[in-house]
């Protein structure tokens, strides 16, 4: 494994009460999950909601997860629509005791390979923390290219590349690949937590993980199988687990394990930021129904 960013960083909600930052239940679900013994918390990022809150809720978040996270690095996610703010995140992050930095290249006009490089060029000159980039094509409509990797990759202050898994990029040839294209300091890190057992086993160095925001002993179980090369611990782990990635792809992450963290009491109703919403009705019961038949209840 690569030194540097590596490991489970555990992706928590930023919940939400009367439409106002939920700061005691933050503070309890981030000191829930550093005692798990994850690598690090990473918070505002897409589960984490960042980009709908005002920079005061941000400041907020980030304040009190350096707080209760103990020995935990925490990251955070500073993406934004102008290269200004994103900076503006990333100094508040530094400021309040951040280890690193986690840049998605959102948009509303849809940017150009140079527009994103450039976004990261300016990010990575201006923040003095270590700068993740977060590829996910899903939440920010950006495909990044290997050109594109290594460009950014290049840049100073980039420690960690968060590429998306699946079927075709979770395998030994991809990360080989990657590598390649990146600096030896540069980690690979995968998301897509269905793919997470494979990318592991084929020697990724990070897992950024939804499911470690919500179960962390389930998924350092699943990791710490991988990661000794106990493939067939790790595979049967995310086979059993397979319906809450099927229900993670049919509904969104994000409102599944909010549901989830409301019907658990890790917070109070409507702890997703408007227009989105927690599941209701058959969806809903469905994946409550799964929490329960997967043994996930005791581990939140």
Same mark, same amino acid.
């Given at each position: ?8 960083? /555990? ?74 703010? /994103? ?137 710490? /199988? ?42 109070? /109703? ?31």
């Amino acid at each position: 494994m690569t030194a540097g960013i590596a490991g489970v960083s /555990a992706f928590p909600l930023t919940p939400l009460a009367d439409d106002r930052l939920d700061e005691d239940a933050l503070g309890r679900r981030i000191a829930r999950i550093a005692q798990s013994g994850v690598d690090s918390i990473t918070v505002l990022g897409s589960t984490g909601s960042g980009p709908y809150l005002s920079e005061a809720e941000r400041r907020a978040a980030v304040q009190i997860a350096v707080e209760h996270s103990g020995e935990v690095p925490v990251y955070v996610g500073i993406g934004a629509l102008r290269t200004r703010d /994103a900076i503006r995140h990333g100094e508040t992050a530094q400021d309040a005791g951040a280890e690193a930095v986690l840049l998605p290249p959102l948009a509303y006009q849809p940017l150009t390979d140079e527009e994103v490089v450039g976004l990261y060029a300016d990010v990575a000159n201006a923040v003095e923390l270590p700068l993740i980039v977060y590829d996910n094509p899903r939440t920010t409509g950006v495909t990044f290219t290997d050109e594109m990797y290594r460009s950014v990759a290049a840049l100073p202050r980039v420690a960690s590349v968060k590429t998306p898994g699946s079927a075709a990029t979770a395998t030994q040839g991809r990360i080989d690949a990657l590598r390649s294209l990146l600096p030896q300091t540069v980690t690979v890190g995968f998301s897509g937590d269905a793919f997470a057992a494979s990318a592991l086993l084929a020697g990724a160095d990070a897992w950024y993980s939804v499911i470690a925001g919500a179960f962390p002993e389930t998924a350092l179980r699943l990791a710490r /199988a991988a990661r000794a090369g106990d493939a067939r611990t790790a595979v049967d782990e995310t086979a059993r687990l397979q319906p809450l990635w099927d229900a993670f792809a049919a509904y969104g992450s994000v409102r599944v394990v909010a549901t989830i963290a409301e019907a658990l009491g890790q917070t109070g /109703a409507g702890s997703l930021p408007r227009p989105l919403r927690a599941l209701g009705g058959e969806a809903r019961v469905s994946v409550l129904g799964l929490v329960t038949r997967l043994g996930l209840d005791g581990d939140g």
